[in-house]
C-alpha cells in the first residue's frame, strides 16, 4: 500500500492526471482525481486556484489521504456490521428525511432560476458597464528547479547557460527531473500559468521581468529554497470578451433577480400557508 500512495502522490503532484482516471483503488473502490477536485473546490469555495502554486499540491495529497481514509474506515464499517446496527439504521434514517427535504428545496429552486429570464441587451448593459471586473492581469507561464544549496543552483545555471531554444527547453525540463526538490519537479519544473501575485514576492518579481525563453542567470532565494526559472510563455494584460464572459454575467444577473422573485414568491406561501 506504501508504494502505491507513493506512486499515486506523484500522480498527484505532477497533475498530468486526466479529471476523471483513477488515483487510487483501495478495497476495489476507485478515487478518481475528479473526486479530489471536487472536495478541493468545496473546501476553498471554489477558490483553489487562488491558492499559491506551491501549496497546491501538498492540498491535493491531504485531500486525497482523507479519500482514502474515508474508504478504510466506510470498509471496515461494513466488515464488522455497523451498518446493520441500530444506531445506524435510526441516524441513517434521520439523515435520510433532512436530504430529502434539502433535495426538494435545491431542485425547487434551481426550477425558479432556471426560469427567470435576462435579455442579451442586459448582459450586453451590463459588461459595459463593468468592463473592468473581466480584465485579466499579465500571466507568465514558467518552470523552475528548486534545490536546498546556492552552490547547486549556480551549477545547474552554469549547465544551461550555452543552451538556447527547444534544446535550453529540454534539458531544463530533463534536469527538473533530476534534480529539483519541489512538487513540481516530475513534469519538468512546470507550475503553469499564474498572474501578477501569485507567488512568493522575490519569484514573482523576477519572474515578470525575463524574457521568453530564457532563464535567471542567478538564483532566486525564497523561504523555500533556490529557484532556477525558466520563462516559458507570457500573456500581456487583456480584458475578457463579452462572449467568453456571457454565461457568467447571465448567472450572476439570474442570481440577483432570484432574491426579489423569492421573496415574492415566500408571501405568496406564507398567504396560502396555516402559520400558527
Do not use: C
Not at 91 to 110: G, T
Not at 132 to 154: G, P, Q, S, W, Y
Request: hydrophobic fraction near 40%.
Amino acid at each position: 500500500m506504501k508504494l502505491a500512495t507513493k506512486f499515486l502522490s506523484a500522480l498527484l503532484l505532477t497533475g498530468v492526471v486526466a479529471s476523471a482516471n483513477t488515483l487510487v483503488t483501495v478495497n476495489g473502490k476507485a478515487i478518481t482525481q475528479e473526486a479530489v477536485d471536487t472536495e478541493l473546490m468545496n473546501a476553498t469555495q471554489g477558490r483553489f486556484n487562488q491558492v499559491p502554486v506551491e501549496k497546491q499540491a501538498q492540498f491535493r495529497q491531504q485531500v486525497l489521504q482523507q479519500l482514502i481514509a474515508k474508504e478504510l474506515i466506510y470498509g471496515d464499517a461494513q466488515k464488522t456490521g455497523i451498518l446493520k446496527t441500530k444506531d445506524y439504521k435510526e441516524e441513517y434514517k434521520k439523515l435520510e428525511e433532512r436530504m430529502k427535504k434539502e433535495l426538494a428545496i435545491q431542485v425547487w429552486q434551481k426550477k425558479v432560476v432556471d426560469g427567470i429570464k435576462i435579455s442579451d441587451a442586459t448582459l450586453k448593459d451590463y459588461y459595459n458597464k463593468n468592463k473592468e471586473e473581466f480584465n485579466e492581469k499579465e500571466a507568465v507561464h514558467a518552470r523552475h528547479i528548486l534545490v536546498k544549496e546556492e552552490a547547486d543552483a549556480k551549477a545547474i545555471i552554469n549547465e544551461l547557460k550555452p543552451l538556447s531554444g527547444q534544446k535550453l527547453q529540454t534539458k531544463f525540463e530533463a534536469l527538473a527531473k533530476e534534480k529539483s526538490t519541489g512538487p513540481s519537479g516530475q513534469k519538468g519544473g512546470d507550475l503553469g500559468f499564474f498572474a501578477q501575485g501569485q507567488m512568493v514576492p522575490a519569484f514573482n518579481d523576477k519572474v515578470f521581468t525575463m524574457k521568453v525563453g530564457t532563464i535567471t542567470m542567478s538564483p532566486v532565494k525564497t523561504q523555500f529554497g533556490y529557484h532556477i526559472i525558466y520563462l516559458q510563455e507570457k500573456k500581456n494584460a487583456a480584458t475578457k470578451s463579452f462572449a467568453e464572459v456571457k454565461p457568467a454575467i447571465e448567472q450572476r444577473l439570474k442570481m440577483e433577480k432570484f432574491k426579489s422573485v423569492m421573496q415574492d414568491k415566500m408571501k405568496a406561501l406564507e398567504k396560502k400557508a396555516v402559520i400558527k
